[in-house]
Nanobody, 119 residues
Framework: VQLVESGGGSVQAGGSLRLSCAAF????????MGWLRQAPGKERERVAT???????VYADSVKGRFALSRDNDKNTLYLQLDSLKPEDTAMYYC??????????????WGKGTLVTISS
């Protein structure tokens, strides 16, 4: 299983980015997947999760600003980041579960893509 993230970068506060996560050797639509982030000196935070039925759950800190979607044909997740704030600065990781269930920790991880927001 390989998860390959892209789309990170540096933008000013209020700006937008779209992160992508392409899955290889793994069927995204059959598994729980999501994005987590970790800022320097802070604990890792689950940002958004997508279930096999396409429903999504977001951390309170990003609700209304981030949107997670999945393209089953491309086996790819997308995380749209809008109204970005400096506190969104972090390394963003795509992650995937072993099964369809989102009850357990993610077991597959990408290498991460860095998002930096300047004020």
């Amino acid at each position: 299983v390989q998860l390959v993230e892209s789309g990170g970068g540096s933008v000013q506060a209020g700006g937008s980015l779209r992160l992508s996560c392409a899955a290889f050797g793994y069927t995204a639509s059959n598994h729980c997947m999501g994005w987590l982030r970790q800022a320097p000196g802070k604990e890792r935070e689950r940002v958004a999760t997508i279930y096999i039925d396409g429903s999504t759950v977001y951390a309170d800190s990003v609700k209304g600003r981030f949107a997670l979607s999945r393209d089953n044909d491309k086996n790819t997740l997308y995380l749209q980041l809008d109204s970005l704030k400096p506190e969104d600065t972090a390394m963003y990781y795509c992650a995937a579960a072993l099964t369809y269930s989102c009850r357990y920790d993610m077991v597959y991880w990408g290498k991460g893509t860095l998002v930096t927001i300047s004020s």
